[in-house]
């Protein structure tokens, strides 16, 4: 009997910093989405493939649902509650605790409007006992109609595998979207700006990495025969205080953050890199339109 080949979009929600990236690349295995343990760190909604016999996952990871301040947290939240009606699944992921704040109940809320599945995925599963996470999932059970419930870490990998078999099972058959060697329709450029600005995230103080963004410049391959790439990046902040953070005393800072970047680039690219990284002063950015277009935020993502 020929098996029947499955597809169809998934997307995955829930409260900034829940391990949302984490598991996305934890299922496609390989690092596309930027992760860090601050909240937002994801801006754009990334779309990735994951594909075995079965068939075809396109997985859009979106930026964490909180209370906007500006124009960059609007987008933000209008990038990952417009997917609700896009998509043949939803996975929202929150983590192993007893108490539902507001944040949790606004995305159970909007969750009634959805009228594909809603499968809870309690991620973060390694940090507590076995016995706490039944009291966990009893106290979300019955928050929205759940189509299934399924306790991850997606940081250790336990039970992703069971959450890929669950999500097959509620997917219907459909064609082959993509390729067997897409893993992400992120252009090469956006990738390697994440990088380097996940490395700042990680490097800078808490204040401080909301209010960056990174561009680049120039990508280009370099002629010969063994492969490297010439990459000039710009981070850009929003005060000249930041500016003298992100560079350091005597530029130590912004080395480290183009040494620690540019291991993850390479790795990515399979190509020695040449990176080479200034920082400009943009006030107000993030609440500028015509700023947030030219860093790729667009009006309707």
């Known amino acids: 009997m020929e098996q029947i080949f499955k597809s169809g979009f998934v997307t995955i929600i829930g409260r900034p910093n829940v391990g949302k990236s984490t598991l996305m690349n934890k299922m496609i295995g390989q690092k596309i989405a930027i992760t860090s343990?601050?909240?937002?760190?994801?801006?754009?909604?990334?779309?990735?493939?994951?594909?075995?016999?079965?068939?075809?996952?396109?997985?859009?990871?979106?930026?964490?649902?909180?209370?906007?301040?500006?124009?960059?947290?609007?987008?933000?939240?209008?990038?990952?509650?417009?997917?609700?009606?896009?998509?043949?699944?939803v996975l929202w992921l929150v983590e192993p605790t007893t108490f539902i704040g507001r944040g949790e109940r606004h995305i159970a809320e909007t969750l009634q409007k959805s009228k594909a599945p809603v499968i809870l995925v309690m991620n973060k599963i390694d940090t507590v006992k076995k016995a706490e996470i039944l009291e966990?999932?009893?106290?979300?059970?019955?928050?929205?109609?759940?189509a299934e419930i399924v306790p991850v870490s997606a940081r250790t990998g336990e039970s992703v595998d069971d959450l890929i078999t669950t999500m097959f099972a509620y997917l219907q058959e459909g064609p082959q979207y993509y390729d067997e060697d897409t893993v992400t329709d992120q252009p090469e450029r956006q990738i390697v700006a994440?990088?380097?600005?996940?490395?700042?995230?990680?490097?800078?103080?808490?204040?401080?990495?909301?209010?960056?963004?990174?561009?680049?410049?120039?990508?280009?391959?370099?002629?010969?025969?063994?492969?490297?790439?010439?990459?000039?990046?710009?981070?850009?902040?929003?005060?000249?205080?930041?500016?003298?953070?992100?560079?350091?005393?005597?530029?130590?800072?912004?080395?480290?953050?183009g040494t620690s970047a540019r291991e993850d680039?390479?790795?990515?690219?399979?190509?020695?890199?040449?990176?080479?990284?200034?920082?400009?002063?943009?006030?107000d950015w993030r609440d500028s339109d015509f700023l947030l277009k030219n860093f790729g935020f667009k009006d309707n993502p």
């Open 37 to 89: 343990s601050k909240p937002q760190t994801t801006r754009n909604r990334i779309q990735t493939v994951y594909h075995d016999e079965r068939g075809q996952i396109i997985f859009l990871d979106t930026p964490g649902i909180h209370k906007a301040k500006n124009k960059l947290g609007e987008y933000m939240v209008n990038a990952a509650e417009s997917t609700y009606k896009e998509v043949d699944l």
């Open 136 to 146: 966990c999932i009893a106290a979300y059970k019955d928050m929205t109609d759940f």
């Open 194 to 257: 994440e990088l380097i600005r996940e490395k700042a995230l990680r490097l800078l103080s808490d204040e401080l990495p909301h209010g960056i963004a990174v561009c680049i410049d120039r990508m280009k391959d370099r002629p010969g025969k063994r492969a490297l790439v010439d990459i000039d990046a710009t981070i850009v902040c929003e005060r000249d205080s930041h500016k003298g953070m992100i560079i350091g005393r005597q530029g130590s800072m912004l080395k480290k953050i």
């Open 265 to 283: 680039i390479e790795e990515f690219l399979q190509a020695k890199v040449n990176l080479k990284l200034w920082v400009k002063v943009k006030k």
